[in-house]
């Protein structure tokens, strides 16, 4: 049988490694630097965070000339961690041949990853700067179309972030 081998440390603690009392004291001047930084606070609801376009918040379905972008190809709720998104594709006569039938975001699954965003070819769902998600009920929580679709022009900021660093 093979002996066992031990295992040998390239660099021992050091005696000040071993007491943590160096590891305290930085702690202690990164508490102390945050104490005379400036603050900011909002005064909300009458003062609202205004998100830069690299923020992450509600998923939205983008609405293009009256039509939704979406051709149904079923990429971001195969993507999704949470099992958010439902999607179910119908046939069109119209260019793009395929549209959603059903398209559902349950929010109170949704974890915000930006995953769908990522793995869309069209472009059709992007994280809007929408942070107030309120629900009374599990059933309100699950949006649909109606409340998903918002035109492009809304979504401006966004896209044009997502159109830079793709």
């Given at each position: ?21 160096p590891e305290i004291f930085k702690g202690l001047r990164i508490t102390l630097s945050h ?6 606070t909002y005064m909300y609801p009458d003062e609202r965070f205004k998100p830069p376009a ?73 994280m809007s700067q929408n942070y107030e998600l309120v629900f009374n009920s599990q059933e ?27």
């Amino acid at each position: 049988m093979a002996e066992p081998r031990k295992i040998i440390r390239s660099k021992d603690l050091s005696f000040w490694q071993k007491i943590y009392i160096p590891e305290i004291f930085k702690g202690l001047r990164i508490t102390l630097s945050h104490i005379f930084k400036k603050k900011s606070t909002y005064m909300y609801p009458d003062e609202r965070f205004k998100p830069p376009a690299s923020f992450r918040g509600r998923p939205v379905l983008v609405e293009e000339n009256g039509e939704e972008r979406c051709v149904a190809c079923g990429l971001c709720s195969r993507v999704c961690p949470a099992l958010a998104i439902e999607v179910q594709a119908s046939e069109t006569e119209l260019e793009k041949e395929r549209y959603p039938v059903k398209f559902e975001i349950n929010m109170v699954r949704c974890i915000f990853c930006g995953f769908c965003e990522e793995v869309c070819p069209e472009e059709a769902i992007v994280m809007s700067q929408n942070y107030e998600l309120v629900f009374n009920s599990q059933e309100e929580a699950v949006f649909g179309k109606d409340k998903l679709l918002t035109p492009t022009t809304r979504l401006h900021d966004r896209l044009e972030f997502l159109r830079q660093y793709r």
